[in-house]
């Protein structure tokens, strides 16, 4: 079993729609980053938080210390969203650069 | 400002062969950090640089590979007598502190491939 487990693995949403993407992971950690990936590959870092809420324009990441869960939200979705979403979780006690993925959540907004 | 820069961008090569991979942080940035991507998988972490020195590197899969950052900006990834497995796209990523506070950038990755 994977330490980071995302859900689901692809997502088709029609523009202005409100999207959803789970993280779980085994592990204590110390801090979760999304990330996201275009086609040709550029990673870009959204958000990194270790509790509660943060909001980025249409962009919310919460996480829940005691159930091991993060979610993702994206509001009115517009079809430049479509990319790779990623999240990634520092191992508590692990060194600081040892940073676990997981496998991404492709997702693709239609106009 | 410049973000971080790979070069190159692609790389081709053929089994048994050395390569060097090239990793420019952004400007004082101190940690630098070398993960490994392959097709339709998340990437993994392979080494992490706090100034100069290797404070992690236990992702890097076997002595083949090895990776330098001598004086404390500019990093090489090494692979010596690649193998076709080593193909995958080389992601480097550079962060102010660590990273359990800070941010990481990313660079547009080196795509490898070894035939």
């Known amino acids: 079993k994977n330490e980071v487990e995302q859900s689901p693995q692809n997502l088709t949403a029609q523009e202005g729609e409100f999207i959803t993407i789970n993280c779980s992971y085994s592990v204590g950690i110390s801090a979760l980053h999304w990330l996201q990936q275009h086609p040709g590959g550029g990673i870009v870092s959204l958000f990194m938080l270790s509790s509660g809420k943060k909001k980025h324009g249409r962009l919310i990441a919460t996480i829940n210390i005691q159930e091991k869960h993060s979610s993702l939200h994206i509001t009115a979705s517009h079809p430049r969203d479509s990319a790779v979403y990623i999240c990634?979780?520092?191992?508590?006690?692990?060194?600081?650069?040892?940073?676990?993925f997981g496998k991404g959540t492709k997702l693709s907004v239609k106009p | 400002g410049a973000g971080v820069s790979q070069t190159p961008s692609n790389k081709v090569t053929e089994k048994g062969k050395y390569v060097e991979l090239r990793c420019d942080p952004i400007?004082?940035?101190?940690?630098l950090y070398w993960y490994r991507q392959s097709l339709g998988q998340g990437p993994e972490f392979l080494i992490y640089?706090?100034?100069?020195?290797?404070?992690?590197d236990s992702g890097l899969p076997n002595d083949r590979f090895f990776a330098v950052r001598p004086e404390g900006s500019v990093s090489t990834l090494k692979i010596q007598r690649t193998e076709r497995g080593d193909s995958a796209v080389y992601l480097c990523?550079?962060?102010?502190?660590?990273?359990?506070?800070?941010?990481?950038?990313f660079g547009p990755g080196t795509r490898l491939t070894v035939l």
């Open positions: 990523a550079s962060s102010i502190g660590l990273a359990a506070y800070n941010e990481q950038f």
């Open positions: 990634a979780v520092l191992n508590y006690g692990g060194s600081q650069g040892n940073l676990i």
């Open positions: 640089f706090q100034g100069t020195g290797a404070a992690d």
């Open positions: 400007s004082g940035h101190t940690a």
